[in-house]
């Protein structure tokens, strides 16, 4: 019989390249329970709904019992890097033609300036369409839209076949009408297309990103349009009433109808709900400055936590292209336990960033893969267990040992140990190298925080990054393997909301600076009205984005006065200040200061448990599972092994040591210590 109350279960499911993870919480009192099941690459709207009734079935809860459906998703990701996007067509203004090809001067960080080749544009030169009409940067209009012109370009579009069109007007940002009404007479002559405005998807200056934003909006519109139409069928079809929400860049969740709508706000869906889960867990275990590495197959992403707060940026990338919506401030490379290591024809050894992926996957996985991978060597090195997933996924550790074998050892003249580790020590230096990224070259010591290693591979590799950094104190979650899944549960509904203002001097405007943000505050309002959010759960906060004059960037700091008076625009100011002597260790108070951008985000927070959802345990002491062969600091240990499950909160255990769980490993070197928070994290430090 259920005895779940109704609507007491809320569901997160994040969907990876092998395994769609999937976490239940009872909202009534916290308790957790968590599944994976295979991801169905042809069409993940499958597994989705087949987790979901797996997990059901486990639980004995009843459709009617779930409240909340929360959905990270990287189908909009892989649309973009892997280039499968929408064919589509751009309309501009006379002269901005090739505002793509011009792009910006700046070359990729890693590539070499001589030769480095401008990656081929999302939308061909002759499907680009430019108009007369014109705005100022005011908004003032200059020359009016001519429907005629449109009326030509819609029989070319007939012609053309496609269905996707992406608008970018000249200063919409300030006024949007000219956008507006083209998107109008394109749609009176075809309903059926797929049309992104620019003052809808991202309303501020600069040209090059507002167009790219614009058009990578509708590139994977048609795709997200028809992949969350399929979730929301499939979901009535087993009578799961429950509203989805798709999981943002920008760490909130947002509505099915926003997700189709701007689709582009979910290209970092996956990484951020790992984030939020993160700093959830870090909260938890009392620790506010935190460094999170989330290592799946195929990438790691690392992210910053600092007083409890990660940083949200407008300046983000994806692939090759710049894409300044909000998103979490997260650095992403090619490393993970998929990633395959070869030995280079002039004999060096190479780790990534190509992956086996899923299929053929590791050698030790036995679906073919013939190349090493980074799991092998952890195999291989005894970091891993010969069997995963609670003992249901048997790992080839012979195999494994012959591919490094025939694969890196005899090639370079090492014995498969030493292969191994150098396997492991590349990859862990190209993770260090982005976690200095964020740490280091922004001036900050990662000693001055903790680690917090999550994803599949993540505790396997978070003792040696500690170390290789300095870092003395680890976090391992409870379900690291799931934690993205299980930020799901913990993200709020979130909208963003921004408008170009430039103001040379902004004393002298603030009645006008006040007037925009009212703007914007309407738009937010209308969202909350949009969503059926009661007044009470409804949050708003400001920004603005200032720079020094003839500066070429802008930094963002909070707004905090809702008056918005001349008192608070002076702390906005010397918040700047501040924040530029911290990143580049001057100011320049002698130059005046512009307004550039201003934001409002609105927020509302879902009904949660009063006590923090804490993981049953057994009530037996702990105990052993058994003992292997584990290769640290040069030589080889036996190491204890340990269910993750038998750790009460309290436990203590020392290195070298294996802990395992359903959903990943955890390493333990020798020289550290590990203690069971009654949160249920882990806490990893040296000893």
């Known amino acids: 019989m259920n005895k779940t109350k109704p609507n007491s279960t809320v569901i997160g499911i994040d969907i990876g390249g092998t395994f769609t993870d999937i976490v239940t919480m009872n909202s009534s009192n916290g308790e957790l329970h968590l599944q994976k099941v295979p991801t169905t690459p042809k069409d993940p709207s499958v597994g989705f709904v087949q987790g979901i009734a797996q997990v059901l079935s486990e639980q004995a809860v009843g459709v009617g019992a779930v409240s909340h459906i929360f959905h990270g998703t990287t189908v909009a990701t892989n649309l973009i890097l892997e280039s499968k996007g929408a064919d589509l067509l751009l309309i501009t203004n006379k002269g901005f033609r090739h505002v793509l090809e011009i792009g910006r001067h700046d070359i990729p960080r890693k590539e070499n300036m001589f030769s480095w080749v401008k990656p081929k544009r999302p939308v061909h030169p002759k499907h680009i369409y430019e108009i007369s009409g014109r705005m100022n940067f005011d908004g003032s209009p200059l020359a009016p839209i001519i429907d005629s012109e449109i009326s030509e370009i819609t029989q070319k579009i007939k012609a053309s076949k496609l269905k996707s069109v992406a608008i970018c007007l000249l200063h919409s940002y300030a006024n949007p009408v000219h956008e507006k009404h083209v998107r109008s007479l394109l749609l009176s002559a075809d309903p059926e297309l797929h049309i992104s405005v620019s003052s809808e998807v991202l309303p501020v200056f600069r040209e090059y990103e507002r167009t790219m934003a614009t058009i990578l909006n509708v590139y994977v519109m048609p795709a997200i349009t028809s992949y969350v139409g399929k979730l929301e069928d499939r979901c009535q079809q087993m009578d799961v009433r429950a509203p989805i929400f798709l999981m943002k860049s920008s760490g909130g969740v947002t509505s099915t109808n926003a997700a189709k709508r701007e689709p582009i706000q979910t290209v970092l869906s996956g990484p951020a709900a790992g984030v939020i ?55 992403t490379i090619g490393a993970g336990g998929g990633s395959l290591a070869k030995v280079t024809a002039d004999g060096q050894l190479l780790v990534g960033p190509e992956s086996a992926g899923s299929v053929p996957g590791p050698v030790c996985y036995g679906k073919g893969g013939k190349q090493p991978t980074v799991t092998d060597a952890n195999l291989v090195l005894g970091r891993l267990c010969p069997s995963l997933l609670n003992d249901d996924f048997i790992l080839d550790t012979k195999s494994a040992q012959a591919a490094i074998q025939s694969k890196i050892a005899d090639p370079l003249g090492l014995t498969v140990t030493q292969a191994a580790q150098g396997i492991l020590d590349i990859v862990d230096h190209a993770m ?230 359903l959903d990943t490993t955890t390493v333990v070197l020798p020289g550290q210590k590990v203690k069971a928070h009654p949160s249920g994290a882990l806490i990893i430090k040296e000893i």
């Open 277 to 331: 889960g993160a700093s959830h867990v870090a909260k938890l275990a009392g620790l506010s400055n935190v460094i999170t590495i989330d290592i799946g197959g195929t990438s790691a992403d690392v992210c910053l936590i600092q007083q409890g707060a990660h940083a949200v940026t407008g300046r983000g990338r994806i692939g090759d292209w710049p894409l300044n919506t909000p998103m979490i401030d997260i650095t």
């Open 432 to 661: 260090v190298g982005a976690l200095r990224l964020v740490t280091v070259e922004r001036g900050l010591d990662p000693r001055d925080f903790a680690l917090l290693p999550f994803g599949g591979a993540g505790p396997v590799h978070g003792a040696s990054l500690a170390r290789l950094l300095g870092i003395t104190t680890q976090i391992i979650a409870a379900h690291p393997g799931v934690l993205s899944a299980y930020g799901l549960l913990n993200a709020d509904l979130r909208s963003d909301f921004s408008r170009t203002f430039f103001c040379p001097d902004p004393f002298k405007s603030l009645k006008a600076i006040k007037q925009v943000f009212t703007e914007l505050d309407k738009q937010a309002t209308h969202w909350f009205s949009q969503e059926s959010i009661p007044l009470p759960q409804q949050r708003l906060s400001w920004a603005a984005s200032l720079r020094y004059a003839h500066q070429g960037f802008e930094l963002t700091v909070p707004w905090n006065d809702a008056k918005k008076t001349s008192a608070s625009l002076t702390t906005v100011m010397e918040s700047f200040h501040a924040l530029h002597q911290k990143l580049y260790t001057f100011n320049q108070l002698d130059t005046p200061v512009e307004l550039v951008t201003l934001h409002v985000t609105a927020t509302a927070a879902f009904q949660r448990p009063d006590a923090p959802a804490k993981i049953k345990f057994s009530r037996k002491p702990p105990e052993m599972s058994g003992q292997q062969k584990m290769f640290a600091d040069k030589k080889w240990h036996v190491a204890p092994v340990y269910h993750r499950t038998k750790l009460l909160p309290g436990a203590q255990l020392l290195g070298p040591a294996i802990i395992k769980q």
